[in-house]
């Protein structure tokens, strides 16, 4: 799927620091963070509190803004921006469960 209008000017704006812009991709994409913690935790069995869902979708969005939208500047356009969104989140999640398993041992 090509890359839409809408995102096109949102990532656009984010990448220019222009006001609200950031707000606006978090009001955009919470939504689908927040889908891919939950499916990621059922898919390894693992109950996510609210509080966990809650870091995690933190990690997640600290993520892209991490070394000034590297994960944003990286996008090349050859998905969706939801479908990269779902690969960097599942990435993150995975990681943080990871980090938590071992730090529980």
């Not at 609200?20 to 109950?47: C, M, P, Y």
Request: charged share 30%; aromatic share 8%.
């Amino acid at each position: 799927m090509a890359l839409s209008e809408i995102d096109k000017q949102l990532l656009k704006r984010c990448l220019d620091r222009e006001p609200r812009a950031w707000e606006d991709f978090v009001d955009r994409f919470v939504g689908l963070v927040i889908h891919v913690v939950n499916h990621t935790g059922n898919s390894r069995s693992i109950q996510i509190s609210e509080q966990d869902r809650e870091d995690f979708t933190a990690e997640v969005f600290l993520a892209i803004l991490a070394d000034e939208f590297a994960v944003l500047k990286r996008f090349r356009g050859a998905s969706s921006i939801s479908t990269y969104l779902t690969v960097i989140a599942r990435r993150v999640v995975v990681r943080e469960l990871l980090k938590r398993k071992i730090s529980a041992m």
